[in-house]
């Protein structure tokens, strides 16, 4: 018997991703080393053993270790938000911040073939277009007369860097009906859930999507993604929320993003210490708790300090900051949102994308004469987003644009805090999620200076 240690990939060039979830699953009974396994592991005999195993025995983390790479082109973003609503999966798309887009780059929903308002929903897509070409124009425009060349800087350099700040903020005016490409890499498990939503979803595009995506998908994983469907508990769940969640009070609109803290832990502290004590302890929690309330203060800033005081920049704190949780209630433009959503580790709740709690207008509009312009475009949005939703609820989503203010709660818990704040405080983010994430952060401060003592913002 060889009982050298052996580390090697197994290629996915010589076996299908379905045989390669089957080798890893049979390690389980067979005590042959993976690379012998794969060699009995053909193609029918990975798809007979998902059959029985992973859809009819329930061994679904079985489908984790089959990988699927997923492009997906020119659909909305208002469905690119669902998804990459899926929390284990990866996701990059298209950056509206890099790139201008042309006229006519939204999508039309199939809600609304042969209907009266299909006319009401292109127009005010044209028009908004319209006033995100111009006004990224006469941004330009304005920067040019405002912002010196730096020394040294080349005039295709000097054009970049001002085209990329008139985008960045003009990208305000368009609708999430705009078109996105994503690529996305998840293995078969998260693959069949994300299928089940799209497809569960009220939209038409979205389940569409899902159609495509189940199709496209069983070319790489031909039996695990094969049962994912429209999902009744989904469906039911919603309209059932939906229904108590119906109320008539006429909520306040703003003219600025918001952030609230509305829960926190007030044994945060303690909680972090008695799980730093824990980890190396030999008692039961509840004695370590104790332990860690009886401390003095210094004493548990101590044990604080040497769990922290070390993180480099590019350090992840260690897993016990994650027993301490925040809870925020935050509004922010839905540029802000669909950046600040694809942070997997929190838990996300987002309100329907409405017009109705009101846009930002951003400081270099108003600074460069374009708010008339700016707030036309917002009341061409509300009027069609109105006229739409009357008819056809959640169709009029799409031409929410990204200016307009959306409400989400968000429990994120220490760990990722440090991650979450870090990121988009600094300098390369976003402006408004940068604004967000700081007030985020000042108020979680506030209550707990010892646990934000060590996270170190870039600059
Ligand atoms: C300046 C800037 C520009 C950006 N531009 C683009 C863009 O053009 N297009 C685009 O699509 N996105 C863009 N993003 C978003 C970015 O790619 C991330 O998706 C987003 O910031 C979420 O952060 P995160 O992945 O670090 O971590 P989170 O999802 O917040 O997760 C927290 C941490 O958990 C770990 N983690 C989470 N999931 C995984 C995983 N699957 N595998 C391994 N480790 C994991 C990592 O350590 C991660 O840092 C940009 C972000 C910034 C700040």
Redesign the pocket.
């Known amino acids: 018997m060889d009982l050298s240690r052996r580390i090697y990939p197994l290629d996915p060039r010589e076996l299908t991703e379905e045989q390669l979830a089957v080798v890893f699953a049979m390690t389980s009974r067979n005590p042959q080393p993976f690379d012998e396994i794969a060699k009995v592991v053909s193609a029918e005999k990975a798809a007979d053993f998902h059959e029985r195993w992973v859809v009819n025995y329930g061994h679904a983390s079985v489908a984790e270790h089959a990988i699927i790479h997923m492009a997906l082109e020119n659909i909305s973003r208002l469905a690119c938000d669902t998804l990459e609503d899926n929390r284990?999966a990866?996701?990059?798309?298209k950056?509206s911040?890099?790139q201008v887009l042309d006229q006519g780059h939204y999508h039309i929903p199939r809600e609304l073939d042969g209907h009266p308002l299909r006319d009401v929903y292109v127009t005010t897509c044209d028009s908004l277009f319209r006033a995100y070409q111009e006004t990224t124009e006469k941004l330009l425009e304005y920067l040019r007369g405002t912002t010196p060349q730096n020394e040294g800087e080349r005039d295709s350099a000097y054009n970049l860097r001002l085209r990329r700040v008139s985008t960045d903020v003009c990208r305000f005016l368009l609708p999430a009906a705009t078109l996105t490409n994503?690529g996305m890499t998840l293995n078969a498990r998260s693959m069949e859930s994300a299928v089940r939503k799209l497809l569960s979803s009220d939209l038409l595009e979205e389940q569409e999507i899902g159609e495509a995506m189940k199709e496209q998908g069983r070319t790489i994983t031909p039996t695990l993604i094969k049962y994912a469907d429209r999902n009744e508990y989904l469906v039911l769940s919603r309209e059932a929320q939906q229904a108590s969640a119906k109320e008539e009070v006429n909520q306040p609109s703003y003219d600025d993003c918001r952030v609230e803290l509305v829960h926190y832990d007030p044994q945060a502290e303690s909680k972090l210490v008695a799980s730093l004590l824990y980890r190396f302890s030999s008692s039961p929690y509840q004695d370590v708790w104790q332990r860690a309330e009886a401390m003095s203060q210094p004493e548990r800033e101590e044990v604080i300090h040497q769990a922290l005081d070390r993180l480099g920049p590019h350090d992840?704190p260690m897993r016990e900051l994650e027993v301490v949780d925040y809870t925020f209630d935050l509004v922010m433009d839905y540029g802000a949102y669909r950046?600040f959503k694809?942070?997997?580790?929190q838990t996300y709740i987002p309100q329907p994308a409405t017009v109705d709690l009101g846009y930002i207008v951003p400081d270099i509009i108003m600074q460069a004469g374009l708010e008339g312009h700016f707030r036309e475009g917002m009341q061409t949005a509300a009027d069609g987003f109105h006229a739409v939703s009357e008819a056809l609820p959640g169709v009029g989503e799409y031409l929410v644009t990204h200016a307009h203010l959306r409400r989400v709660l968000s429990k994120v818990n220490l760990r990722?805090c440090y991650?979450?704040f870090k990121?988009?405080t600094g300098p390369?983010?976003h402006f408004t999620l940068r604004r967000v994430m700081q007030q985020a952060l000042d108020l979680a401060t506030q209550r707990h200076p010892l646990l934000f003592k060590y996270l170190r913002l870039r600059t």
Request: charged content about 35%.
């Open positions: 284990l990866s996701y990059t798309e950056s911040r890099y994503v992840i950046e694809r942070h997997r580790m990722e991650h979450l990121l988009r390369e983010a």
